[in-house]
């Protein structure tokens, strides 16, 4: 119930990333039990709650709450943002799908009813993170919707203290420039822990932290790894394709390999053969079939190599101590 | 006689049990057992409601103990009895003084600097003791980080300032951050894992939560020997919590009391309470701001200082005194928020 500040420090979590390197330094990452709000363009706030939804899976289960005109969207999740994301971070989008449970608002009313069933199910299964999209999609509207909001949004949040997962919630903003207010009653504004506006600067995503209670502010950065949701450069950094494909060596591929020795060899060969410089003067991209097969045949030499050198290295002690004895019976 | 004497010369030392020990003076808190009446059934009723000692009693109202099973007529009693001992002793102030020992006990209340000189000054001296303090003002104006430095500045010596004591911070919002202390203490040449051990947090999760560790507060006071207690936000959960008019008078009440519980604990333990405030839209408003302070006039009238908080130009942050006793309203004061907390606008950025 209480406890010193030092142990608070001790236990000190920096919080789940959001999988995009600018906003993560921006923000300093999402925190167990707090609300952050992320708002402005929802070309750009999507693909990021879908991608912190990606980054969260690998930690546990994630809940989401969507706030949709079910009957004109006919959807819950947006699947091919959600794959580009997982694709993007290296993950299989089955494997995060099978990770998120869901419900849907589909009006002001039914916005506490559904925050209350997702509370629920935060408490029963955990949560790594409570994504609640498009908060602000029926406010302002008929009489009743910002205290729906404000009580759902209040359900939530408890619910996700209690589990030790962030809230993230994305809304629309009122007003242009710096000074654009997400579109939320302002005691809702007042209840989050971080506050980031999401704009675009020509082709680029920018990020604008507002409030924040440890990280300075306001200060902003162009969100370059967006990449992949079509923002910005429309070839993603070399670093960033360099780590995916290695990531998915290591989890698609390695498991595939039955024999031990075939996965040290593997591993060796990550180890000691690929190299950020190598593969970028061979101009890495995507793995294609060919570098498959060239990485099978390697893994087996390398095998093969390896059990080599071990026979090699027994025959040599064995003729070395052979050589001593016949030397000794010479003299 | 002022608090502050009192606690250094504890008048009834060996008197009673419950000896503790409060900003490295020690401090005699009466046991229950001193009252007339008092069972063990009683004692845990008293105890269910968070009242353990002589102080806590007379920081609560007889209604409390009511709802708490305890006969009103009894109550009552209990509650007069329980502060004719205190003053009797000398703990607490007797109820009519001249306006010089007023005067007197003013100039010895304790106040615990800011850590920035503009602020200190719009205070007169800093941040008081046996008052309840508001920060009210918009988001991202500055409310968090004052009261992160307060949690510093609190444990300064008092030639620098401080009280050389530790703080309680209730945490509604999930916006404590001990990397945050740790950064202020050290810009300000501190020993920071010190620091952070004298700074107690409470995480609350909803308004019923945090009456409840309102109602123990007493007891955490004594036991973490604090001298200030901050709730940031007062509000936030119970505006959550009680949406619509239809609920505006029950939250109002349960305000209202909890207001009541902490500036009791600010009088009777000589703590500084702080507590921060949000802001609402008022469409009615023609003419100047159209933001005013939330909590309605329950909120306005139970805390001692209200001091408005907005962002200025080249972001600064200005702090203006918007209800006091005595403090000029008229005053402005200019702040910057660095990695030493809160400091003056023409500070080095």
Excluded at chain 1, 22 to 28: A, H, K, S
Excluded at chain 2, 310 to 339: C, K, L, N, Q
Aim: proline share 4%; hydrophobic share 40%; charged share 25%.
């Amino acid at each position: 119930m209480i406890e010193r500040a030092s142990e608070l420090l001790r236990r000190y979590d920096a919080g789940l990333g959001t999988g995009v390197e600018e906003l993560d330094r921006l923000v300093g990452g999402l925190r167990p039990g707090a609300l952050h709000i992320f708002y402005g363009e929802p070309a750009i706030t999507s693909p990021i709650l879908y991608r912190a939804m990606v980054e969260a899976h690998w930690r546990g289960p994630v809940a989401y709450m969507n706030n949709t005109d079910y009957y004109g969207e006919k959807t819950l999740v947006d699947v091919e943002t959600l794959s580009a994301a997982s694709e993007a971070a290296g993950a299989e989008p089955l494997e995060v799908l099978e990770s998120i449970y869901c419900v849907a608002a589909f009006n002001a009313e039914r916005q506490v009813r559904a925050a209350g069933r997702l509370a629920e199910e935060v408490r029963r299964r955990g949560a790594s993170l409570v994504a609640v999209h498009n908060a602000s999609a029926f406010y302002p509207g008929g009489k009743g919707s910002a205290q729906a909001l404000s009580s759902a949004l209040s359900i939530l949040l408890e619910a996700a203290s209690e589990a030790g997962a962030p809230v993230l919630a994305t809304s629309l903003s009122r007003g242009s420039g710096a000074s654009a207010e997400p579109l939320l009653p302002l005691h809702v504004i007042h209840r989050s822990s971080v506050l980031v506006l999401l704009s675009f600067r020509g082709s680029f995503a920018a990020a604008r932290l507002v409030k924040h209670p440890s990280m300075p502010a306001p200060r902003s950065a162009l969100l370059l790894s967006l990449w992949w949701a079509g923002m910005g450069r429309i070839t993603p950094p070399f670093r960033q394709v360099y780590r995916r494909v290695l990531e998915r060596i290591r989890r698609v591929y390695r498991p595939l390999l039955r024999d031990e020795r075939h996965r040290k060899a593997l591993d060796g060969l990550v180890r000691e053969v690929w190299g950020a410089e190598h593969a970028a003067i061979g101009s890495l991209g995507e793995i294609t079939v060919l570098d498959s097969m060239n990485l099978a045949a390697s893994i087996h030499n390398k095998a093969e190599i390896e059990e080599l050198k071990k026979r090699l290295g027994k025959l040599e002690e064995r003729l070395r101590s052979l050589e001593e004895k016949a030397r000794a019976g010479g003299d | 006689m002022p608090w502050s004497i009192l606690v250094a010369v504890s008048p009834a030392a060996g008197k009673g049990e419950g000896r503790g020990e409060r900003g490295g003076d020690e401090v005699d808190v009466y046991s229950l057992d001193d009252l007339k009446g008092v069972g063990e059934a009683t004692k845990e009723k008293l105890a269910s409601i968070g009242i353990y000692s002589l102080l806590d009693l007379a920081a609560a109202s007889p209604r409390e103990l009511a709802d708490a099973g305890i006969d009103p007529k009894k109550a009552e009693e209990l509650c007069l009895q329980s502060r004719l001992l205190l003053v009797s002793s000398g703990f607490l102030d007797s109820e009519l003084l001249t306006g010089k020992e007023v005067l007197e006990r003013r100039r010895t209340l304790e106040r615990i600097t800011t850590g920035c000189s503009s602020l200190d000054k719009l205070l007169m001296g800093g941040v008081e003791t046996q008052a309840v303090t508001e920060l009210v003002g918009e988001y991202g104006c500055g409310k968090t980080q004052i009261c992160h430095t307060l949690c510093v500045t609190i444990q300064l010596p008092r030639e620098k300032g401080g009280l050389a004591a530790g703080a309680i911070y209730v945490d509604t919002e999930s916006t404590f951050r001990p990397e945050r202390v740790y950064e202020i203490a050290k810009a300000r040449g501190l020993n920071p894992d010190k620091i952070l051990e004298n700074v107690v947090v409470a995480e609350v999760y909803n308004s019923s939560h945090l009456q409840l560790v309102v109602r123990e507060l007493g007891s955490y006071v004594e036991k973490y020997r604090a001298r200030l207690v901050v709730v940031d936000s007062v509000i936030s959960h119970f505006r959550a919590d009680y949406v619509g008019r239809e609920n505006l008078s029950e939250r109002q009440q349960r305000l209202n009391a909890t207001l009541h519980r902490l500036l009791r604990i600010a009088e009777i333990r000589n703590v500084a309470v702080v507590v921060t405030n949000q802001v609402l839209g008022d469409p009615g408003a023609f003419f100047g701001s159209p933001i005013k302070p939330s909590g309605g006039h329950v909120l306005a009238h139970s805390t001692t200082y209200r001091i408005f908080l907005r962002r200025g130009p080249e972001d600064t942050r200005i702090a203006r005194i918007m209800d006091s006793p005595y403090h000029p309203s008229d005053v402005e004061a200019r702040f910057r928020i660095t990695e030493r907390g809160v400091e003056d606008a023409d500070s080095k950025k």
